[in-house]
């Protein structure tokens, strides 16, 4: 059964970072939008909230970055049938445990591999 939470909700809540529906602290970004304090998501002020104040870990990279660079993951793109696939693996691990996760996009391939780090124990806090 899948996982009924966004990806970006999981790889919050994998990283030990609060997720709660709809906490937003709005505060006004520019004419006719409003951005979150805690999450950085932002929204015009006649368009639905949001429904998880989550940093969007799948689709912003100033929100990924950080987190490919301080977990040192590395990103690859791979062709696939006329298309790229982009293979996400974290380097340093002792043991030579390997891990390797690929997808469409290269944040959601990140995503996945923090997801990845977690369930083996290997997520660094």
Same mark, same amino acid.
């Given at each position: 059964?899948?996982?009924?939470? &966004? =990806?970006?909700? !999981?790889?919050?809540? @994998? /990283? ?9 602290? #709005? ?38 970055? &950080? =987190?490919?660079? !301080?977990?040192?993951? @590395? /990103? ?9 696939? #982009? ?39």
């Amino acid at each position: 059964m899948a996982d009924e939470k &966004p =990806l970006h909700v !999981r790889v919050a809540e @994998a /990283l030990g970072l609060p997720t709660e529906p709809s906490q937003h602290a #709005w505060d006004e970004a520019a004419e006719g939008y409003r951005a979150c304090t805690r999450c950085n998501q932002s929204a015009g002020w006649n368009s639905p909230e949001p429904e998880w104040c989550a940093s969007r870990y799948d689709t912003d990279w100033s929100a990924t970055g &950080p =987190l490919i660079e !301080r977990l040192r993951i @590395a /990103l690859t793109p791979i062709p696939y049938g006329g298309r790229i696939l #982009w293979r996400a693996h974290p380097h340093d691990f002792g043991d030579k445990t390997y891990l390797d996760v690929q997808h469409y996009t290269p944040l959601e391939a990140v995503c996945l591999a923090i997801l990845a780090l977690a369930d083996a124990g290997r997520l660094p806090k």
